[in-house]
């Protein structure tokens, strides 16, 4: 690899009372790539995100981030490092505008969210940049449009711009086009796209299409395993993987993999 890796994990186990959910995932993740996660159902890629945020504690195995061990850290410190993560269901607080949303976004970045002594005028000195993250994910319009009155996709977009607010190093995308439409997976792509300009993405994303538009490198789960690692043309063309997709009786009934240009469920 030509860039240095941000995110690395070596022989990362997670076991639930006997049953392996994640079973001996090494993982590299370099410097300004957008990295995807894939695999079927079951097959652990949100454990793996819960793992690399803390959300769960691995049984064995180790987690770097540019190269220090992170292992025993818990979900705030990793955050204040730059490793900071979206969810497959949008965590926007629906009855405050979206400004206001963005806003305490940048009141926890800034360890300034229980200063409750100060004055709520003091928190306009926030919102220019409030204004410019909006803007940078085409919502400077709807700043003061309260969260719930939003399309779901736009909603998706907010909760992005509020991940941009912590200003991540690594930005980790969990199912970002998940429930949309074509015209709002399009929206995303872009956005994630403009997000990733001099940062890393690591994203679990069940639509193939999107993956082959966004991504340099791609790993692929199989219970709980890495099966293969490449590129999108690599990955696609794998037996292995075509295989998973498809059904072991080769029936085709989930058979995306047949043409795995199209959107595909990979989660």
């Known amino acids: 690899m030509s860039e240095p890796c941000v995110l690395e994990t070596r022989n990362l186990v997670k076991e639930f009372k006997g049953f392996v959910a994640v079973d001996d995932v090494n993982l590299k993740i370099q410097k300004g790539h957008i990295h995807a996660l894939i695999g079927p159902n079951g097959a652990g890629k949100t454990t793996v995100f819960n793992l690399l945020t803390k959300f769960l504690t691995p049984t064995r195995g180790h987690i770097l981030f540019k190269g220090q061990d992170i292992t025993a850290m818990k979900s705030a410190a990793i955050a204040r490092k730059g490793v900071v993560r979206s969810f497959q269901i949008s965590a926007v607080f629906p009855h405050m505008t979206a400004l206001e949303n963005i806003r305490i976004a940048l009141q926890s970045f800034e360890g300034t969210s229980f200063s409750f002594w100060k004055s709520g005028a003091s928190l306009n000195r926030l919102n220019e940049r409030c204004l410019e993250l909006l803007d940078a994910v085409g919502l400077a319009e709807y700043a003061n449009t309260t969260t719930v009155e939003l399309a779901y996709g736009r909603k998706r977009a907010l909760e992005l711009a509020t991940t941009l607010a912590m200003e991540p190093q690594l930005l ?96």
Request: net charge negative; aromatic share 2%; with cysteine.
């Open 172 to 267: 980790l995308l969990d199912e970002p086009t998940q429930g949309m439409g074509a015209e709002d997976v399009d929206r995303v792509v872009e956005l994630v796209r403009k997000a990733a300009q001099g940062r890393t993405v690591l994203m679990v994303e069940h639509n193939l299409s999107v993956v082959s538009k966004l991504c340099d490198r791609i790993t692929v789960l199989a219970q709980g395993a890495v099966l293969t690692e490449g590129d999108y043309d690599t990955v696609s063309a794998d037996p292995q993987v075509r295989e998973v997709y498809m059904g072991r009786d080769g029936s085709g009934e989930r058979g995306a993999a047949s043409a795995p240009n199209k959107t595909e469920a990979a989660q």
